[in-house]
């Protein structure tokens, strides 16, 4: 009994070594199945529960420095929690929870090309020449089947997007969304300054985490005439003319 007692001490301490130096890349494999293949985890060093690497976007190929940390006690009621930071020398820190119950960030902020996001995201490659960065800053967000419960705010800076002719780009200065709220969805005010354009909407995001614009856009007044004229042409063939000055937007289209 003893030689039986002392043989699966042995396995299960074997087991526990091998959990806790669980190689750094195994997160990839999770990262990889959790976005649909869009981000990877790639050059990652160290364990599984303390590791560093690159968090990769798919396929626009931009890498961000990553550094985690994941606590082995929430494993044994189905839940991953821990750390996230932009590298291992970072001073600020993200929460994450994954579970049955849904998904919760808090304290997060990431800057990325907005044409590598859209690359990811699948938007049609007319559209991923997209100029700009988009920074996104996550006071909280949590995610459950039932609701959504949100404190961010998105800013696109720099924005433009191609005009109808070669070379022209229309410029729509900086773009910005906040939301602020708890329910089964919430809304948020979607604006912008400077560029060529006047922006003034709103988005709704879903406990699913789909989302809908409705928005406005017309060319600012006191550009150039040929390029306000450029300008309403290309918003005419993505909106419709709301009878004075502006376009509508609407995503998805009813």
């Known amino acids: ?22 190689p750094a890349s195994l997160l990839d494999a999770r990262v990889a199945a959790l976005s649909d293949g869009h981000l990877r985890v790639a050059d990652a060093e160290g364990t599984f529960w303390n590791g560093t690497g ?6 626009g190929g931009t890498r961000r420095a990553l550094a985690w940390h994941i606590d082995a006690w929430p494993l044994l009621r189905g839940e991953v929690q821990g ?6 020398d970072a ?38 020449t997209a100029g700009g960065s988009v ?5 909280r967000l ?7 419960d949100a404190q961010l705010t998105l800013q696109w800076q720099d924005a433009s997007v191609p005009g109808l002719r070669p070379g022209e780009r229309i410029a729509l200065g900086e773009i910005r969304l906040d939301l602020d709220g708890r329910g089964p969805e919430i809304g948020g005010a979607l604006s912008n300054r400077g560029g060529d354009v006047e922006i003034s909407g709103r988005v709704a995001v879903s406990a699913a985490l789909a989302s809908r614009i409705d928005a406005t856009v017309r060319p600012r007044e006191g550009i150039d005439r040929d390029r306000a004229d450029a300008v309403a042409a290309a918003l ?19």
């Open 1 to 22: 009994m003893r030689v039986a007692i002392a043989i699966l001490a042995g396995v299960a301490l074997l087991a526990i070594a091998l959990a806790i130096s669980a």
């Open 54 to 59: 690159q968090l990769l976007l798919v396929p």
């Open 83 to 88: 750390t996230i930071a932009g590298g291992k």
């Open 91 to 128: 001073t600020q820190h993200a929460d994450f929870a994954y579970g049955h119950q849904g998904v919760e960030l808090r304290h997060f902020d990431l800057s990325l090309p907005m044409e590598s996001v859209l690359k990811s995201a699948g938007v049609p490659g007319a559209l991923t």
């Open 135 to 139: 920074t996104a800053h996550i006071e």
């Open 142 to 148: 949590v995610q459950t089947p039932d609701a959504i």
């Open 236 to 254: 005419s063939l993505i909106g419709s003319a709301d009878g004075q000055g502006g376009y509508r937007l609407a995503w998805p289209r009813s």
